[in-house]
Every structure is written in structure tokens, then in C-alpha cells.
């Protein structure tokens, strides 16, 4: 086994440039936060650590808090040993042999706290630099329709730079102002009033169109329509009153 590879220059957060972890842990001295015990202050460093580490790897694994109780602390060993597996963790002190002998000294929690450390500065640098990318051009095969959309609500296209959400966001508050200048519904084609004798020739005539799509699965399931059990009754899914229950307009 290689001897630990300790960085006893660690003095704070601030120092190794790794600025919020100190407001966020109430601690900016590390050699303090490593005499601490598991269950106290280094235990709630090391989780914090880990959750920053889990948000920007987009890992799996995650490290809970630390309780003092002994199931609460084998609980934090064992979630700790699968993180630092997931993390491909190169320091055998701290990642084999007994779970209770992998942080008993300083040295180990200092080689634990050391290798976070590392890993959270390497990460804060991949995500600054993929925040730095220019966005990736969205999906070419919905261009058409989105500009079809603009055109037909007639909704000039944006300039300059934008997001896809502002778009349908545009168009979303476009549609909404067109519906409340429709607040009149439109007006029925035929207002007479029908007899015995014309319902007879609708139902007929209805009847007929329907014909092709009786023996449809879509159309099972709705009772039929002209057997006295669809949605008009036996009259063939309309009442007197007009079809499926509107007035007495056809």
C-alpha cells in the first residue's frame, strides 16, 4: 500500500479558492472541521461536499447526514464507501478494510477531505465550462411548425437572442388574447324546428353515415348508435331536442 498523500497546506476553503462552502458549512478552517468528530462538524462537511459533488457529476449515489447513533453512523460509513467507489476514490486508507478503521485518525479524515476538495474543484471547472458553451441549436424537424404557428397567429419572429420557451410563451399569450375576443359562439347554421316526419329522414340519413363504422373498435365501445343504445337513446344517438343533447337546432 502507497503512503497517504496528505495536503497538510489546507488551511480554508477560501484559501484553496473554493468560495460559498464556508457560509454553507459555518466553517472556513479545515484543519478544525478535521479533528471534529464524524458526527459533528466533519461529518456534516464531508455530506455537503458529496451532495455538490452528486449535483454537478450528476452521480447516483449520495452521502446522508451523520447521526450519532451507531446504526446513523454505519449508515454514513456505508453510503460514504459507495460514493467514493462511484468517485473511482484511488486512496485504499479510506476506501478498504473495516468501515470503522477507514476514518480513526486525523491523517485519514485529512486524505478523505483532501480528495473531496480535489474533485470539487475539478467539477466547478467542468460545469463553468459547459456553462461557457454556446447553447446547441434545438431541434430542426420542429422549426417548420414553430414558424408555421408564428405565421398563422401572425406573431413576428424574434430577434436576436432567445429561448424556445420565450416563443411558445408568445405564442401561448397570443392564442389567449384572440380566445377573448371570441366570446360570442357562433351561431347555428339551422334554427327551424323539425317534425316527426324530418327527425325520421335525419335519423335515416344519419344512420347511413354511420353505416361504415359500425363494426369499428372505436365505435364498440359506445354502445352503438342506432340500437336504442347510444347516446340519443333509440333514436339513434339524438333526441328531439337536437343531436346529443343541444337544443332543437340541427
Not at 455537503?48 to 449508515?75: H, I, N, R, W
Not at 419572429?157 to 357562433?186: H, I, N, Y
Request: proline share 6%; aromatic share 8%; with cysteine.
Amino acid at each position: 500500500m502507497e503512503p497517504m498523500e496528505i495536503d497538510s497546506a489546507m488551511t480554508s476553503f477560501t484559501a484553496e479558492r473554493l468560495f460559498g462552502l464556508s457560509d454553507s458549512i459555518g466553517s472556513d478552517d479545515i484543519p478544525s472541521i478535521v479533528n471534529a468528530d464524524i458526527a459533528s462538524e466533519f461529518g456534516r462537511c464531508v455530506t455537503f461536499l458529496c451532495e455538490e459533488l452528486k449535483t454537478l457529476y450528476k452521480l447516483d449515489e449520495s452521502v446522508p447526514q451523520c447521526e450519532a447513533a451507531a446504526d446513523g453512523m454505519m449508515e454514513f460509513l456505508l453510503e460514504l464507501s459507495s460514493f467514493l467507489a462511484e468517485l473511482e476514490c484511488p486512496h485504499e486508507e479510506i476506501t478498504c478494510g473495516s468501515l470503522e478503521e477507514r476514518l480513526s485518525t486525523p491523517e485519514k479524515k485529512t486524505l478523505l477531505i483532501s480528495f473531496l476538495l480535489s474533485e470539487l474543484k475539478a467539477a466547478r471547472l467542468f460545469a463553468s465550462d459547459a456553462l461557457s458553451q454556446p447553447l446547441e441549436h434545438g431541434d430542426k424537424e420542429l422549426t417548420p411548425y414553430l414558424a408555421s404557428a408564428l405565421r398563422s397567429a401572425k406573431v413576428p419572429k424574434p430577434s436576436g437572442g432567445f429561448v424556445p420557451a420565450d416563443v411558445v410563451d408568445m405564442l401561448r399569450k397570443t392564442v389567449e388574447g384572440r380566445l377573448q375576443s371570441c366570446v360570442e359562439r357562433p351561431r347555428p347554421l339551422l334554427t327551424a324546428k323539425l317534425d316527426s316526419k324530418q327527425w325520421r329522414k335525419v335519423d335515416k340519413t344519419q344512420r347511413e353515415y354511420r353505416q361504415p363504422y359500425q363494426d369499428s373498435p372505436r365505435d364498440r365501445g359506445r354502445g352503438g348508435g342506432g340500437g336504442g343504445g347510444g347516446r340519443g337513446g333509440g333514436r339513434g344517438g339524438y333526441n328531439r331536442g337536437g343531436y346529443y343533447g343541444h337544443d332543437n337546432r340541427y
